[in-house]
């Protein structure tokens, strides 16, 4: 129950103005949060826009800011305890769970990454 209030929680903040003025935001109900992503779980749904959107920075030109921020690597040192867990981390363990391997060279073909996007969707693990 918890996770499932989690996500439609993230889903609220993801589109909190659709239909709405700019200067009025409101607060999406639980129905039309289900209707926005097709009763699926909110969850997975978000993973997967996640995973979609990853394919689609992959493919982008190196010279595109998107594609370098992802692949930046920052120089210097860290805080001190547990690092932070970054965003392509949290992807990587999605697609371990998924059991996707060499998902690099998989995104730069299309119809496979929508193969993948689709399966995330549906995957029970996630």
Same mark, same amino acid.
């Given at each position: 129950?918890?996770?499932?209030? /989690?996500?439609?929680?993230?889903?609220?903040?993801?589109?909190?103005?659709? !239909?709405? /003025?700019? &200067?009025?935001?409101?607060r999406? &109900?639980? =129905? &039309?949060? /289900? $209707?926005l992503? !097709? /009763?699926?779980?909110t969850?997975?749904f978000i993973?997967s826009?996640?995973?979609?959107?990853? !394919?689609?920075v992959?493919r982008?030109d190196?010279?595109?800011?998107?594609?370098?921020?992802?692949?930046? =690597?920052?120089? !210097?040192?860290r805080?001190?305890?547990?690092?932070? =867990?970054? *965003?392509?981390?949290?992807?990587? $363990?999605? @697609?371990?769970? @998924?059991?996707?391997?060499?998902?690099?060279?998989?995104c730069?073909?299309?119809a496979? *990454?929508?193969?993948?996007? $689709?399966?995330? =969707?549906?995957?029970s693990g996630?």
């Amino acid at each position: 129950m918890k996770k499932e209030q /989690n996500g439609r929680e993230s889903l609220r903040r993801l589109k909190p103005t659709v !239909g709405c /003025n700019a &200067s009025k935001r409101r607060r999406r &109900s639980t =129905k &039309s949060l /289900n $209707e926005l992503v !097709g /009763n699926t779980d909110t969850v997975r749904f978000i993973k997967s826009r996640r995973i979609a959107w990853l !394919g689609h920075v992959m493919r982008m030109d190196d010279k595109r800011t998107p594609k370098r921020i992802l692949q930046w =690597k920052p120089i !210097g040192t860290r805080i001190t305890g547990r690092p932070r =867990k970054r *965003w392509i981390a949290d992807i990587e $363990e999605d @697609m371990q769970m @998924m059991g996707i391997r060499r998902w690099r060279k998989r995104c730069e073909e299309r119809a496979e *990454w929508k193969r993948i996007t $689709e399966k995330a =969707k549906t995957h029970s693990g996630l």
